[in-house]
């Protein structure tokens, strides 16, 4: 029987030697796009019925690991007792389980701990960390880290840090330097919320930039955590040769109204960059720093109209009503309409006995269009 | 050499065109379905890429971020009027911190502006426009005096005939660095600002190098100039008040033909091309600009009948005209779920204007086809749409008349003819199949595996049914670019969506 199979594959393989070569091609391609197909039919079917499987399992599982939980730490009896956490006692048998010893099970676990975490804080988020502990996930979320994958140690590093578990700096800081910005933004906010001590170290060694995505998240744990020791971060604008992190500790300065970094900021008012020195001006706008207002007008006409809008911004939050005579005259005379907006908006917001006589004034001697950006800006229906 | 030497020893004229012909059609049609394989191979690892990096991201850091950037969302609308009010509802549920919704009241002669002006107690207001793009005249801008619509803008304009000239009067009041462009019939994904957004604030920088003291940061990077995602037919969808409640496939055969080349134009195509930074345009129903470049690049052509192409083909020539990189990217999620054209009249005058839209796109480019100097948009975006998108159907349409002669003079060697056919007809349910598995990879949109086989199976009888109608249209596209026959917009049909059943007089898509 074999025999009689390889020697029907020969001859078709001796048929098909004699055809011309595009029809060989084609013959290969006809074989190559069928299995191709049936294969991604058979995917598809696949993938369908492993999720459907894996929701099944979830859904068994999920009460058992939540009834655990609410055993162990929501209505664990020790709690009112007031003992130290440390010394509170699970019961060693349902922790022994042997379901929780296959690893599916102990992710689950690991991602319902971790949701309950976000949850509670206080002594049962103390106690759900124990529980953590106590089974021995960390080596789990460990095992992780040391993958090659760098999805894997991600997912450790989210896992290691929602459970408040140490990583040594010898691990974690090289990971903030990553070249995959992915691990790096991930290592970069792990290393702020577990280092207590120096949280913004890697801004030191820091040669890859924070993007402005990775910002978001790093300035919502900056913002959020209440124990995290806030520097000045003047240190980092006057010495960081990254632009990127010298981008967001200007928003962190502002955010914190670091009132004693304004010299620092005011220095990069002489940054080449125009993009970088309109930051600059617009972090020096939120401190409401009146001490660079008059720099501020000095500088205004050798700028570019990016930086020329946020002067005009800033004179705007800052309000001394020094300069109004200043913004009147570009609210009349630039030929720019943007600038015009902001120099409309910077009077309205003086909000002063003179900066209201200005506008009257303006709204009785000018023209139509003129009054029309006042009015504009004046109305409180236009929120942008 | 062969051929030429065939022709002068010979002598026979057409049989010597005929040998030719079908060499150029056989490296043609290989070298095409060797592209296909390759952007499946390229879809695939993007895909992949896009889901890795994800899947550990919290996209709702940014719904409370104060360093989120503002994002304007502009929507044309004309003869809206059964739809509008729940449609507006929907766009003004994003999640996200910082956007303001722009209507667009294209002239409408139904009562789309009085809806909205009653539903959402707007007031006309002192308006300071002015017109950085191009636009027929501005009437009125409304406000609402209700602070829970106070995202809300509508602006009455004069009929522009084009979706293009509405959304250039969206855009020069757009307060925001950020634009969205979209239908109002569209059923947009809640996180659609967030997912759209973001790789806008992701790509990859590199740390300056100042030279002598003079260089910027921005020369330095790639500027995300667009982005867009994957659109879908919602026509036989669950819709709740312009909320998706359930996504199916659609029923009807057109819709349904509709869905599956969306997905594999996307997920296959786009995607595909993402990898390599050749993404040749942003759909019309869901695209996130850069307004600068946008505007600086001149906004949308309302001449034009491929305006979202011809934008991204303007926005990249203007950054490479300055010197300046930029990328143009794709999610590979459906976030916009639109309403497909279900019969075949509305159906053929979308794809003639699609077919004369590229036409026309590689006339008035055509400077920038096989240019160099504009990188991948000149050796690869604009060659690749040339060659197998606009010379396909006339390729095909000539190949299918040479076939008939070959038969009619019993030229033609049957057994290997049907090979070739095979070969063609396996090979491209084959990469339909590949692009619904690459969906299936990024979300599962059917609740059952029946609804998601059943949309593949179209794949078998594409050839034979869609396809010969697409070709046809195509053709037809053609013809009035060349002619310069006067594009007659008509009604599109509206199906209307979920338990609204009226049908709408709109502008076809």
Known sequence: ?384 | MKVITDFFTRGNFFETIGIFYQYVVFIYGTSLLMIYGVLAIMSLTSIIRYMKKNASVDYNIIVESPLAPGISVIAPAFNEGVTIISNVRSLLTFNYPKFEVIIINDGSTDDTLEKLITEFEMVEVEYAYREKLNCKPVKRIFRSTNPAYDKLSVVDKVNGKSKADASNAGINISAFDYYLCTDVDCILDKDTLIKLIKPFMDEETTITKEVNGDVLIEDDYKRVIASGATLRMVNSCDVDEGLLIRARPPRRFLPRFQEMEYIRAYCLGKMGWDLINAVPNVSGGLGMFDKEISVKAGGYDSQSFGEDMDLITRMGAYMTDNNKKYSVKYVPVTLCWTEGPATLKVFGRQRSRWARGLAQIMSIHRKILFNPRYGRMGLIVFPYHFLYELLAPIIEFLGILFYIYLILTNQINWPYAIILIIFVYTYSVMITTLALLWDQITFKYYKTWGETIGLCLMAFIEPFVYHPLIVFFALKGYYNFVTGRKHVWGNMQRQGLGAQKKKTPAKAG
């Open chain 1, 1 to 384: 029987m074999w025999s009689d199979l390889v020697d029907l594959l020969l001859s078709a393989y001796e048929q098909y030697s004699l055809l011309p070569l595009f029809i060989e091609i084609a013959l290969a391609f006809i074989v190559i796009a069928i299995i191709a197909t049936i294969t991604a039919y058979t995917s598809i079917l696949v993938r369908r019925y492993r999720a459907y499987v894996h929701q099944k399992r979830v859904a068994y599982l999920s009460p058992k690991i939540e009834d655990l939980i609410t055993e162990q730490v929501l209505l664990n009896e020790n709690m009112d007792k007031d003992l130290p956490i440390e010394s509170i006692e699970f019961d060693k048998d349902a922790l022994n389980n042997k379901i929780y010893k296959k690893e599916e099970v102990r992710q689950i676990l690991i991602d319902t701990l971790i949701r309950y975490r976000k949850n509670f804080r206080g002594e049962v988020g103390e106690l759900l960390r124990k529980l953590y502990v106590d089974m021995n996930l960390q080596e789990d979320s460990y095992k992780k880290m040391k993958s090659r994958k760098w999805e894997q140690k991600i997912r450790a590093l989210s896992e290691l840090t929602q459970m408040d578990i140490a990583i040594a700096d010898v691990t974690l800081l090289p990971l903030t330097n990553s070249r995959n910005s992915t691990l790096r933004a991930a290592a970069r906010n792990a290393y702020i919320q577990l280092s207590k001590n120096e949280p913004f170290k890697f801004f030191d060694i820091a040669t890859e930039p924070i993007l402005p995505w990775d910002q978001l998240e790093m300035f919502k744990i900056i913002t959020s955590s209440k124990d995290i020791a806030i520097p000045n971060f003047a240190r980092y604008v006057s010495y960081s040769s990254n632009k990127s992190i010298v981008s967001f500790c200007l928003k962190l300065i502002a955010h914190y109204d670091q009132q004693s970094a304004i010299p620092a900021v005011t220095n990069l008012l002489e940054t080449k960059d125009h993009y970088f020195r309109a930051n600059a001006i617009n972090c020096l706008g939120k401190l409401s720093a009146e001490s660079i207002e008059h720099k501020l007008a000095f500088m205004y006409n050798s700028q570019p109209i990016i930086c020329q809008v946020e002067i005009l911004r800033a004179m705007g939050a800052i309000a001394s009503g020094k300069h109004l005579d200043f913004l009147k005259s570009e609210f009349l005379y630039s030929f720019n309409f943007e600038i015009q907006m902001a120099a409309a908006r910077a009077i309205i917001s003086h909000n002063t006995q003179a900066s209201r006589a200005m506008l009257n004034e303006l709204m009785e001697t000018t023209d139509e269009g003129t009054k029309l950006i006042i009015k504009h800006c004046q109305n409180p229906l236009i929120k942008y």
